[in-house]
């Protein structure tokens, strides 16, 4: 399972008649598949922040997906950039649904249920989605990868596998999924540490400079690391 799903997350909200409850997401840079009570969803990689309105009261079974597991669930996730699409799948959402409705160990129960579905319908990870996944891990967790080059050097694949890998399994280009990594690190700094030096965060985390780094921001978030981090 480890080499299908990153994690399972599970969010329960109760809002107050007439009050709404924004989110604000930074996405990883992947895909999910998410359960909720009236509907099954897949959403693709995203590409700038987005945001989502909770009202009265709901709750979602999420798996944010390895890379691997990408193809036997959409064909094309680059069609789904900064999108989703719903998906009829009863054989997941029944379980899932009727796992939820219960109080003790619903949590346990609804990913226990996710799990059975996955084992069931997709099959043992391929060759290239094993690269895939070490393709995202690297990304993910290797600071000193800053270009498309590094990530080249580190896993010993030529630019043009690592860019087919990617649009494939993740449906973006490996420099957005570096970029949007970095991205992330800056914003946990940022929010982590508001007194720091916006310069050090630019020069820690690669960025060319100060404005590289706001630029990233403004693309991304639409707003300055100086606007984020005071309503952080």
Do not use: K
């Amino acid at each position: 399972m480890a080499a299908l799903v990153r994690w399972f997350w599970i969010p329960e909200w109760h809002i107050a008649a007439g009050r709404t409850s924004r989110q604000h997401i930074i996405a990883f840079p992947a895909c999910n598949l998410v359960v909720e009570p009236d509907t099954v969803g897949f959403s693709g990689p995203t590409t700038r922040v987005s945001h989502r309105d909770l009202t009265g009261t709901g709750w979602a079974v999420g798996a944010l997906l390895q890379p691997a597991a990408v193809p036997h669930l959409v064909e094309d996730p680059a069609a789904l950039r900064d999108g989703a699409r719903p998906m009829a799948l009863p054989d997941l959402a029944d379980p899932v649904r009727r796992a939820m409705a219960g109080t003790d160990d619903r949590h346990a129960r609804a990913v226990d249920a996710f799990v059975d579905w996955l084992v069931a319908t997709v099959p043992e990870p391929t060759r290239d989605g094993l690269l895939a996944n070490a393709m995202a891990s690297l990304i993910e967790t290797d600071d000193d990868i800053r270009t498309v080059e590094d990530l080249a050097e580190r896993t010993h694949l030529s630019v043009r596998t690592l860019q087919r890998l990617a649009h494939r399994h993740v449906g973006l280009p490996p420099l957005a999924m570096i970029r949007r990594r970095r991205l992330q690190q800056a914003a946990e700094r940022l929010r982590a540490d508001p007194g720091a030096s916006l310069a050090a965060v630019a020069a820690d985390l690669g960025f060319s400079d100060q404005a590289h780094l706001a630029n990233e921001f403004r693309t991304v978030l639409g707003l300055t690391p100086s606007g984020y981090r005071q309503g952080r």
